[in-house]
């Protein structure tokens, strides 16, 4: 068994209101592993540092843990996936300046960003891949791992896959896009 380090967003059905009931629930379904944040309303995230055989049965079982504890939560987001140039940076220990400087000078190989607007948006994993194959960097592989399990959860969500369906639940597991 490896620990995996994520973070999984919800949002909350109308009717749940964060309070101690709702954090104990929580606990008692199996999310101990987890530190709890619910700053936005209808919304609650938990930062997981949970022991799995994959980081894919890892992350489903805490999804399934989450939502029997609180019934109609909807996944939103799993991280790490989206990352910018600063967050890129911090994951290699390099200024924000000297990553910005070696993706301009690595243009042609550097992935594609999914969004580019004032900032630039990159999946995790193509970012990890580009650095393995171009620079001979790679960070710990359960990293790498869980940051190729979030991209395809967040896919998943994004194709109106609920998360812990079978369609999804496949497609996360063997790793191939929903």
Known sequence: MKDYDFTLTFSLPESVVVDDEVLDRLYVEGCD????????AGR???MFARAGETAASAMLSAIQDVSRAVPGCKLTEAQPDFVGLSDIANFFGFSRQNMRKLMLTHRSTFPVAVHEGSTAIWHLTDV???FQKYQNRSLDPTIAEVAAVSMRLNLARQLGEEPGSP???VSVAVGSPP
């Open 33 to 40: 592993d987890a530190v709890v944040g619910f700053g936005a």
């Open 128 to 130: 990890l891949n580009w």
């Open 167 to 169: 369609a999804a639940t």
């Open 44 to 46: 609650i995230a938990l």
